[in-house]
């Protein structure tokens, strides 16, 4: 009975130890998402209570009617790419950079891991002292550099405004894929480049066949992290363009904010945040099978 009852401990202690850990990850995470799906079926406005009630599909159908939504959409989908695309290639290059032994390392990597130290408010404020019209020093540096004669007003139209918004939150994001691709790289034994070398393998073909093989399941995490952060980013767009001007940066999650700051209707945010999360999901598992992760690459 005795060894039963020692079986039975080693057996159910890790599940009691992780216990805690799960009963937050329900509490915080599960029941907000039931709830979100919850409410979508329901007609919730916070200012008509007494509307409250079982919709069914209503909300689904007001917004796929909504031409804002998939204008949304689209401007999510061209801002997320651009955005990634860009943050994914400098970071690599900067943590290539970062990986060589060379004077000064250290301050080049504490200036390179700076921006990701800073709020989305704050970078977004800063940014749009720097992008301003006619007091900004952007416009300050090309004019006196004769690359313009005139100053723009950067975000007063919606191709610069995207524009401005992509080169800001790729500023930012370049930290993390670089602090990503650096511990990658790091990783990579010396044995493999020294026999590449003694073959007499150029640079290229040692980054291209032993260094990307050999980072690829970082590079899809990486990218698959990052996408699904930058589908979502609010405040560095509230904070440079609230969304302006005419729409043209209006995401879905900054659409989600302010449809929901102005209609408080809980019912229909919650149906345009379970849209988001579905797409986000699908991308996830088709971005993983496709980019083979888990799976090492071939050298």
Do not use: C
């Not at 709830?35 to 079926?41: I, R, V």
């Not at 640079?203 to 399941?217: A, D, G, S």
């Amino acid at each position: 009975m005795k060894k039963k009852r020692t079986l039975m401990t080693k057996r159910t202690a890790p599940y009691l130890m992780i216990l805690p850990a799960m009963a937050m990850i329900a509490v915080f995470m599960f029941y907000p998402i039931f709830m979100t799906f919850f409410n979508s079926f329901h007609n919730y406005v916070l200012t008509r209570p007494k509307d409250y009630g079982f919709i069914g599909v209503e909300n689904y159908k007001t917004l796929f009617a909504d031409p804002v939504f998939w204008q949304g959409l689209k401007t999510t989908l061209i801002w997320t790419f651009w955005n990634v695309f860009f943050q994914a290639i400098l970071g690599l290059a900067v943590a290539v950079l970062m990986n060589v032994d060379f004077k000064g390392r250290k301050l080049y990597r504490m200036v390179v891991f700076s921006p990701w130290a800073f709020g989305g408010m704050i970078v977004a404020l800063v940014f749009s002292y720097m992008f301003t019209g006619q007091t900004g020093v952007i416009n300050d540096l090309l004019v006196k550099s004769g690359l313009i004669n005139e100053r723009i007003a950067w975000l007063a139209t919606g191709s610069r405004a995207r524009a401005v918004l992509i080169f800001t939150t790729t500023w930012r994001g370049i930290p993390f894929f670089a602090v990503s691709f650096l511990a990658a790289l790091q990783s990579i034994p010396n044995d493999y480049y020294e026999a590449a070398n003694v073959d007499g393998a150029s640079t290229i073909y040692q980054f291209m066949h032993i260094t990307m093989p050999l980072i690829k399941n970082t590079v899809v995490l990486t990218t698959m992290l990052r996408t699904i952060w930058t589908f979502n980013i609010v405040d560095i767009i509230a904070g440079m363009t609230g969304g302006g001007p005419n729409n043209a940066t209006m995401t879905l999650p900054m659409y989600l904010m302010n449809k929901f700051n102005l209609s408080l209707d809980i019912g229909y945010s919650s149906a345009m945040a379970a849209v988001m999360a579905l797409i986000l999901a699908v991308f996830a598992i088709i971005y993983a099978l496709v980019g083979g992760f888990g799976k090492e690459g071939d050298l």
